[in-house]
């Protein structure tokens, strides 16, 4: 026999004593409780994992995307900045009205209750499964969602079934249940949720997390254009040309993330400069923003290596706020550091250069930073390797003289300075990938930030250098993606190999040289089967 | 942008789900960056290590790039090529054996088991072979030797006995468990294996395994 069997049965049997159900609002709370506590206890939970969003914050996202236009437009004149906050009070409110009805239907019919927290948990599960915030693996990011599943029906089945119970006899209190059951169940649930919500505020780490979801970054003054038609190379597996958050690679000496909230976050500005200055992040965000695509490149990618990656990044130019300071002759050097105390020196020149977009970036790709990719604010120069440019959790920035101060790398055997040096990588085929002799399509991505990419060219095994057909350039600081069709494949084991050209005609080098101490070079070739 | 206020309403909106802590306000002090638990932990690399020669290995190659640690940092050609007992292999991957046949890039990307023959190993080969190795019309039969000694997917020592096929496209045989794992028809003995390297996991072996005819 199962529980539920018997337990409708030894309702049955109350109803026979009492002629009644336990009052409504027994009902009504246990569903608030049960709702409540597997959401805490869900909340806790995210807040002790990194780039995975509580399953509230996750279908917060997802209605987000899912709000018209217009109802979003009309949201933010209505709310203005608190229109997150106000979307999830709201949530909530409507998530528990609905858990205390089903509380309620659920003292006479107990499916109907445990029905609508399944079609409640799946769609936690779901707004899990397509939150683009998430930055954890999948599989990790269900976890809340189905803890917030399991806890919920765990807990209403206990309080329902307390409020079945057969009073003992003589009892004459009215509703015919077992109330020193129902209170034990009432006590536990509100212990789980309790638990949750000490977890959340003083075990978690998610008060970054938390100001970076109340955020909602001010449109560019300066956007950046479309991405033009064409710059994608019409290959299957070739990097997608803006690379999305989750998949942008990671190299940090941070074994642990920053967690440094935007509240209370200040920028410095200061060193040989006539006015220091120091900006809130929402003095930031009055800044002039501009959008600008720019590729990044770490130090540490081997020829051919992921370490990769294009985005679109929100920012203030880093020569408005320079000039603003007023930089004192004889500097040639900027020192930013980070929360987490990582030291990076990058050229003076590389900044103040109306050329060159150098940025203090806010946003990527058109959401605050991820927190693993320096929230709230980083920098972000192109052509310069990370290590020498793009400080994370970016705090302070001294100007400052190169002869007067060693960076992290610096004394870990790496260049003081580190324009990137120009690379092209074949995306397609991957290690040992087998073709039919009729369709040998290959492709790829180079890159020369702050030049240009002129040409690719590739060559099969010893064979003659061939144009490669190059996808429209979006701008000089992105990278530049390439397909080639092999007409006349030959069955065998083959090595492609690609060498770019930069816009001043250099062609890459074919020398290998090792990433230490200032990046690597060589030709990147990859060996396949044509069968 | 009022962020004060808003992280407020966010804490209050989930507090009011912890009915008990409704009263708990936001505090405003900035958090220092803070060490936390959810940090990937890094595994030991020494951890699951099998084979009689792993002790040998970490006596020879204590430290540096070359060692189990530092191996676990680098992609498996550049790996080995820091590893002293694998000079010959490193030339034969690398173009220095036959200018013809290099392979480091093609390792470094994806993820691979690779059987890697120690130096003494390819000692065991008649010097005539070798030499052939090195020749224009020895490229073929280098590669194919070589791509004999690389299965796609990392394979971990509780994984790895059974029948695999190469990138070769020949099938190869590793059986036995602990410190008795051997890879082929001729039974090359797993020197030390389940070595971690960024993309490949490593197992040194005795002998040089040769693709069926």
């Known amino acids: 026999m199962t529980h539920m069997q018997a337990t409708s049965e030894r309702a049955a049997s109350s109803r026979l004593y009492t002629g009644g159900y336990a009052p409504w609002w027994t009902g009504a709370l246990s569903g608030v409780l049960a709702a409540a506590a597997g959401i805490s206890i869900a909340t806790g939970l995210s807040a002790l994992l990194t780039g995975v969003p509580s399953p509230i914050v996750s279908v917060g996202n997802r209605a987000i995307d899912m709000t018209p236009r217009f109802l979003k437009e009309f949201a933010i004149r209505q709310f203005g900045e608190n229109d997150k906050p106000v979307l999830i009070g709201g949530m909530v409110i409507t998530l528990l009205g609905v858990a205390a009805i089903a509380g309620w239907i659920g003292i006479r019919r107990p499916r109907v209750a445990y029905g609508v927290f399944v079609a409640l948990g799946v769609v936690a599960l779901g707004a899990a499964a397509l939150d683009r915030t998430a930055t954890a693996p999948r599989a990790l990011t269900l976890v809340p969602a189905l803890v917030t599943l399991g806890v919920s029906i765990g807990a209403l089945a206990v309080l329902l079934r307390a409020l079945e119970l057969a009073p003992k006899a003589g009892d004459d209190l009215p509703g015919g249940f077992n109330r020193r059951a129902f209170l034990r169940a009432v006590l536990g649930a509100s212990a789980g949720i309790a638990l949750g919500g000490v977890v959340t505020k003083f075990l978690g780490q998610n008060s970054a997390a938390d100001s970076r979801m109340d955020i909602t970054l001010p449109r560019a003054a300066d956007p950046a254009p479309p991405v033009p038609a064409g710059a994608s190379a019409d290959v299957k597996g070739v990097s997608s040309f803006i690379t999305p958050n989750r998949d942008f690679y990671r190299v940090d000496t941070a074994l642990s993330v920053p967690k440094v909230p935007a509240d209370g976050y200040t920028l410095r500005i200061h060193g040989m400069v006539d006015n220091e200055l120091e900006l809130s992040f929402r003095d930031l965000l009055k800044e002039r923003l501009v959008e600008k695509r720019i590729t990044l490149t770490c130090v540490s990618n081997e020829v051919g290596g992921p370490y990769v990656g294009n985005a679109a990044w929100l920012g203030i130019p880093v020569r408005d706020l320079l000039a603003r300071a007023g930089v004192q002759a004889g500097a040639d050097a900027v020192k930013t550091t980070s929360a987490d105390n990582m030291t990076i020196g990058t050229p003076l020149g590389a900044l103040t250069d109306p050329n060159r977009d150098a940025l203090i970036a806010v946003g990527m790709n058109g959401e605050p930073l991820p927190l693993e990719h320096g929230f709230p604010v980083r920098m972000v120069v192109p052509g310069l390797y990370g290590y020498v440019s793009a400080t994370k959790w970016l705090i302070d920035i001294e100007v400052t003289k190169f002869s007067d101060f060693k960076a992290y790398w610096t004394t870990r055997g790496y260049d003081a300075e580190a324009p990137i040096k120009f690379s092209s990588r074949i995306d397609v085929p991957t290690s040992f990938q087998t073709f039919s002799p009729d369709n040998v399509r290959v492709g790829g991505v180079a890159w020369a930030q702050n030049t240009g990419v002129q040409a690719v060219e590739v060559r099969v095994d010893n064979g003659p250098w061939q144009d490669v057909d190059l996808a429209t350039e979006d701008s000089i600081d992105t990278w530049r993606q390439w397909s080639w069709t092999w007409d006349q494949a030959t069955k065998g084991t083959h090595q492609l190999t690609v060498r770019a050209t930069n816009q001043d005609g250099k062609t890459q080098t074919s020398d290998r040289a090792r990433i230490a101490p200032d990046g690597s070079t060589g030709w990147h070739s990859v060996q396949f089967r044509v069968e | ?213």
């Open chain 2, 1 to 213: 942008m009022r962020t004060t206020k808003s992280k407020t309403l966010a804490v209050t909106a989930v507090a009011s789900l912890s009915l008990f802590l409704a009263a708990c306000g936001s505090d405003d002090e900035p958090k220092p960056a803070e060490e936390s638990s959810e940090a990937p932990a890094e595994a030991d690399p020494a951890a699951n290590l099998v084979g009689p020669g792993c002790e040998d290995y970490a006596s020879q190659v204590p430290d540096g790039a070359g060692s189990v640690a530092g191996m676990a940092e680098d992609p498996v050609a550049t790996a080995a090529s820091n590893n002293p007992l694998l000079k010959t292999l490193t030339a034969a991957v690398s173009g220095k054996l036959n200018k013809d046949v290099n392979l480091v890039d093609t390792l470094n990307g994806g993820e691979f088991t690779v059987f890697a023959p120690v130096d003494d190993a390819f000692g065991k080969l008649p010097e005539e072979t070798v030499k052939t190795l090195g020749t224009p019309e020895g490229a073929e039969t280098l590669t194919s030797v070589l791509t004999y000694h690389v299965i796609a997917g990392q394979l971990a020592p509780d994984e790895v006995a059974g029948k695999h096929k190469t990138v070769n496209g020949a099938e190869v045989t590793v059986e036995g468990e602990g410190d008795a794992i051997t890879v082929g028809a001729d039974k090359a003995q797993v020197i030390c294996g389940g070595v971690k390297t960024a993309n490949a996991t490593v197992y040194l072996i005795d002998s040089v395994l040769m693709p069926p005819s």
